[in-house]
Structure formats: C-alpha cells, structure tokens
C-alpha cells in the first residue's frame, strides 16, 4: 500500500503565493506520474498539474505561468508552488500518484483564496 500525505494549504489573500506538498510512503516502486488535483464545491475535480518521471510536465489553462509543479524522487515527494493565487483558485487540493499501475490519492488540502 501507498500513503500520500500533502500539507502546505490554508487561507490567504489574492496575490498571495503558497506551497503545497505531497509526501509518499509505503510498498513505493517507482512512482511514474505525480499530479496535484483540485475540486471547488458544486464542480468536478479537475486536473491542475502533473509532472512524469522524466520531468515533463502538464498544466491546466487556468494556472499556467502561476503555478510550477516539480518532484524529488529522493523524498518521494511532489510540490505545487502557486503564485499569484486568485479566489477562483479555491479548492480542496488533491496529490495524486501513479505508482506502477496503480493510482493514490492524498486526503486533500484546502486551499482559500480571499479577494
């Protein structure tokens, strides 16, 4: 089994930046994709970013040039660096890892953006 354990949400003002983290442990092999996710109420979730083994990376249209996604494979971990945060871009936030075949999911974080 994998757990993801992401940290780093909270309240702040727009304009304002924040990191998120999603730290992976357990039966980890190697860990293909990490992703963050996020989910507004009354929407779907959707995809924010993802970033593959490689180091190639996936945005969504509404946070490119704000948002940097990046991983270090030595902590198992994902990061979302967000700049220039806007109150649309409030959501619980979700890490997602695919590990093998296999995708997990963090417990998500949430992220409130005032104007």
Same mark, same amino acid.
């Given at each position: 089994? &994998? !757990?993801?354990?992401?940290? $780093?949400? $909270?309240?702040? =003002? *727009? $304009?304002?930046?924040?990191?998120?983290?999603?730290? *992976? %442990?357990?039966? /980890?092999?190697?860990?293909?994709?990490? $992703?963050?996710?996020? =989910?507004?109420?009354?929407? !779907?979730?959707?995809?924010?970013?993802?970033?593959?083994?490689?180091?190639?990376?996936?945005?969504?249209?509404?946070?490119?040039?704000?948002?940097?996604?990046?991983?270090?494979?030595?902590?198992?971990?994902?990061?979302? !660096?967000?700049?220039?945060?806007?109150?649309?871009?409030?959501?619980?936030?979700?890490?997602?890892?695919? &590990? /093998?075949?296999? =995708?997990?999911?963090?417990?998500?974080?949430?992220?409130? &953006? %005032?104007?």
């Amino acid at each position: 089994q &994998v !757990q993801l354990a992401e940290s $780093g949400g $909270g309240l702040l =003002q *727009a $304009g304002g930046s924040l990191r998120l983290s999603c730290a *992976a %442990s357990g039966r /980890l092999f190697s860990i293909n994709v990490m $992703g963050w996710y996020r =989910q507004a109420p009354g929407k !779907q979730r959707e995809l924010v970013a993802s970033i593959t083994s490689s180091g190639n990376t996936n945005y969504a249209d509404s946070v490119k040039g704000r948002f940097t996604i990046s991983r270090d494979d030595a902590k198992n971990t994902a990061y979302l !660096q967000m700049n220039s945060l806007k109150p649309e871009d409030t959501a619980v936030y979700y890490c997602n890892m695919l &590990v /093998l075949f296999s =995708q997990y999911w963090g417990q998500g974080t949430q992220v409130t &953006v %005032s104007s």
